[in-house]
């Protein structure tokens, strides 16, 4: 086969955008051009690589296995360049870092210290739900992920880095906000308020209710923390988040975090990637500046 690495980075480009338009202008290239140097990649394998229905690109399976051995190319190759200038005392390149959602409450702030130690660095940060991160990691497309309920299933590089305390809040007005270490049987009248499943947080949750025997009256699931926040704060019921949700305090926005027995619930965030994935001098710079970054702001919820 004679395909070019700048070919391989195109057809990586078009995976990742699932767009022939997309992949041109991530590579700076004409689209009749990329679309040409496509033509040539899918000639060079013999088989098709990708197929259009209804104006949408589907990867065939072995244009999965190409798009699989280009990213590990590129990644490699970064990997190389990084390692080219931290010799050199330089400090470019550019991080990948995936995260769930309730973690844009702190992350933000660590990657700035980052970024303004490292001014050079370009940043990729993607924000989504649990399953998102998980799809993103299983596909190795970062160099770091951050979640609180890494999927046991898979063979990972793991280390927890910070406390992630999952909290009962409820309406400033509740009576519940002014007592202490109310027992969990008495929310069994309440209606709750709770993250979609799937989420890290929901599935503390479920697990310690499991462990409890209680079955929540769930009146909502909703997609972030925001809404649910919100929702507690209307009055529609009880809600479970994290308490990195509350920036950290005990009260925001007209809810307030109530003492419940057995929470907060003992969670964790974790620094996650494939246990086979060799990390870039970048992403070990990134992973040691968070777990310094956290024990120097002394980020303790619990």
Same mark, same amino acid.
């Given at each position: 086969?004679?395909?070019?690495?700048?070919?391989?980075?195109?057809?990586? +480009?078009?995976?990742?955008?699932?767009?022939?338009?997309?992949? +041109?202008? +991530?590579?700076?290239?004409?689209?009749?051009?990329?679309?040409?140097?496509?033509? =040539?990649?899918?000639?060079?394998? *013999?088989?098709?690589?990708?197929?259009?229905?209804?104006?949408?690109?589907?990867?065939?399976?072995?244009?999965?296995?190409?798009?699989?051995?280009?990213?590990?190319?590129?990644?490699?190759?970064?990997?190389?360049?990084?390692?080219? #200038?931290?010799?050199?005392?330089?400090?470019?390149?550019?991080?990948?870092?995936?995260?769930?959602?309730?973690?844009?409450?702190?992350?933000?702030?660590?990657?700035?210290?980052?970024?303004?130690?490292?001014?050079?660095?370009?940043?990729?940060?993607?924000?989504?739900?649990?399953?998102?991160?998980?799809?993103?990691?299983? =596909?190795?497309? #970062?160099?770091?992920?951050?979640?609180?309920? &890494? $999927?046991?299933?898979?063979?990972? *590089?793991?280390?927890?880095? @910070? &406390?992630? &305390?999952?909290? %009962?809040? +409820?309406?400033?007005?509740?009576?519940?906000?002014?007592?202490?270490?109310? &027992?969990?049987?008495?929310?069994?009248?309440?209606?709750?308020?709770?993250?979609?499943?799937?989420? *890290?947080?929901? @599935?503390?949750? #479920?697990?310690?209710?499991?462990?409890?025997?209680?079955?929540?009256?769930?009146?909502?699931?909703?997609?972030?923390?925001?809404?649910?926040?919100?929702? %507690?704060?209307?009055?529609?019921?009880?809600?479970?988040?994290?308490?990195?949700?509350?920036?950290?305090?005990?009260?925001?926005?007209?809810?307030?975090?109530?003492?419940?027995?057995?929470? $907060?619930?003992?969670?964790?965030?974790?620094?996650?990637?494939?246990?086979?994935?060799?990390?870039?001098?970048?992403?070990?710079?990134?992973?040691?500046?968070?777990?310094? =970054? %956290?024990?120097?702001?002394?980020?303790?919820?619990?």
């Amino acid at each position: 086969m004679n395909i070019t690495f700048r070919q391989l980075r195109l057809f990586l +480009a078009l995976a990742d955008t699932g767009s022939v338009s997309a992949a +041109a202008k +991530a590579m700076h290239v004409t689209q009749p051009t990329a679309s040409m140097q496509l033509k =040539e990649v899918s000639q060079s394998v *013999g088989l098709p690589l990708y197929e259009i229905v209804g104006k949408k690109i589907y990867l065939t399976n072995m244009g999965k296995e190409l798009a699989a051995a280009a990213r590990s190319v590129a990644q490699t190759w970064e990997a190389f360049e990084q390692s080219v #200038d931290a010799t050199a005392g330089l400090s470019r390149g550019k991080l990948r870092v995936a995260v769930v959602s309730t973690a844009q409450y702190f992350m933000p702030r660590l990657i700035g210290s980052f970024c303004t130690k490292y001014p050079a660095i370009d940043v990729s940060l993607e924000i989504l739900n649990r399953d998102g991160v998980v799809h993103r990691l299983r =596909e190795n497309q #970062d160099d770091l992920c951050i979640m609180s309920m &890494p $999927p046991s299933e898979m063979d990972l *590089g793991d280390e927890v880095f @910070m &406390p992630n &305390p999952i909290v %009962v809040i +409820a309406p400033v007005s509740d009576p519940l906000a002014k007592r202490h270490l109310v &027992p969990l049987r008495e929310l069994a009248q309440r209606r709750f308020i709770l993250r979609e499943k799937g989420s *890290g947080t929901r @599935m503390a949750a #479920d697990q310690f209710f499991r462990k409890m025997k209680f079955r929540p009256d769930i009146r909502l699931e909703l997609g972030s923390n925001e809404a649910v926040k919100e929702s %507690v704060a209307g009055g529609l019921g009880i809600g479970v988040v994290s308490r990195h949700a509350l920036h950290g305090h005990q009260k925001e926005h007209g809810v307030s975090v109530i003492d419940i027995e057995g929470f $907060p619930l003992p969670s964790a965030w974790h620094i996650v990637h494939p246990a086979s994935k060799k990390l870039s001098p970048l992403a070990l710079a990134f992973k040691q500046h968070l777990l310094k =970054e %956290v024990k120097r702001r002394k980020w303790n919820l619990v």
